[in-house]
């Protein structure tokens, strides 16, 4: 805007040097045609729509005129117009010049900010109020008001719409405790189906491959049970609950045998596989690194190639709920930066004729 009424300028300016030679005859009788040219206009145009820039130049042009002269002009809008632009014009030269004070309280820290959100995420069930009465415990002085702003801003909403629990946070936070286990199913090259039982800990991640079989029944299923039941009791396992769908495999027997070692079973609803969901992810990982990349000959072939499995996911296989690191393996102290390593010699470990790989660093 500041370019275009620079250039108006100029031109006004040439234009008035144009009318200083002219005589006075000469500009009335210019004067009179534009005048006749302006009721040509209004009689064919409507209302006309001005820019700020036409704002500026008619109020700059016409605020040495008294009211009176201006009602006597013929012009596009009415003297009163003309007389509110040039206020406005001097309104933002004043308020450009003058610098407006912040109004209010300040703003609160960023900090306390991430820190209320953080105290609202971690604890569902406490409401403004009682993130207040932590602050204050803290040192932080803030006011309750500026909590609950905070909370409503980001769309947090009240302590009691939030102290619902989902399946996905009931299993995370029991997940020392739980085991799941589950049936999938494989073919071999000659077209024969193999059933694999499978058993996973929610809080390590560890597998444990129980057996395959291509005729599951509910006799094969308890002997299986009992060499869990001694696994977990060799390894010091704190699980209680074992997660199973209502596959007809699963009978009385086998529920009495874990309750009796002190394994509550739950089921599945039905046909909710979401309810399992961490088997059921298990066995997508089984057959898209393994069994999917691999001809199966027969039963005692899938038997080693899923205990090669086991022990690659269990010892090696990075795991993103652990942090990347294996179910049974921490991870290691990070190389640092500042070694400015010139030279990375890392190894390969081939599993199962180069489907399966691991690496580590050389000796």
Known sequence: MLLRLAYLAATKTFSLLRLLPMSDGDKDIEILALRHQLLVLQRQVGKPTFTDTD??????????????????????????????????????????????????????????????????????????????????????????????????????????????TSW?????????????????????LTGARLYVFAVIE??????????????????????????????????????????????????QAFDALLADAGLTVVTTGIQIPRMNSVVERWIQTCRRELLDRTLI??????????????????????????GQAAPLRPLPEPISVSAQIRYLEVGRRDRLSGTLHEYRHAA
């Not at 996905?168 to 071999?188: I, P």
């Not at 597998?207 to 390894?235: K, Q, S, Y």
């Not at 000959?297 to 652990?322: D, G, M, S, V």
């Open 202 to 251: 929610y809080s390590t991640r560890c597998v444990r491959i129980l057996g395959a079989t291509a005729h599951p029944t509910a006799d094969w299923v308890v002997p299986l049970g009992r060499n869990l039941l001694m696994d977990l009791e060799d390894v010091g396992s704190r699980a209680r609950f074992l997660i199973r769908d209502r596959d007809s495999k699963f009978t």
């Open 297 to 322: 000959w027969n039963q005692r072939h899938l038997l080693h190639a899923l205990r090669e499995f086991e022990t690659f996911y269990n010892r090696h296989r990075p795991h993103r709920a652990l």
């Open 168 to 188: 996905a946070d009931f299993l995370r936070s029991q997940a020392d405790a739980l085991l799941a286990c589950d049936f999938f199913e494989t073919r071999t």
């Open 55 to 164: 704002r500026a130049v008619l109020a700059g042009l016409l605020r040495h005129l008294p009211r009176q002269k201006l009602h006597q002009l013929l012009l596009l809008v009415r003297p009163d117009t003309i007389m509110r632009w040039h206020r406005n014009l001097l309104e933002r030269r004043h308020a450009a010049t003058c610098v407006p004070k912040r109004r209010g309280r300040p703003p609160t820290v960023r900090s306390i900010r991430a820190l209320i959100l953080r105290l609202a995420h971690e604890n569902s069930s406490w409401g403004y109020r009682r993130i207040h009465g932590e602050l204050a415990a803290l040192g932080i002085k803030v006011a309750a008001s500026t909590v609950w702003e905070i909370l409503r801003e980001h769309g947090i909403p009240p302590a009691p719409e939030r102290q619902s």
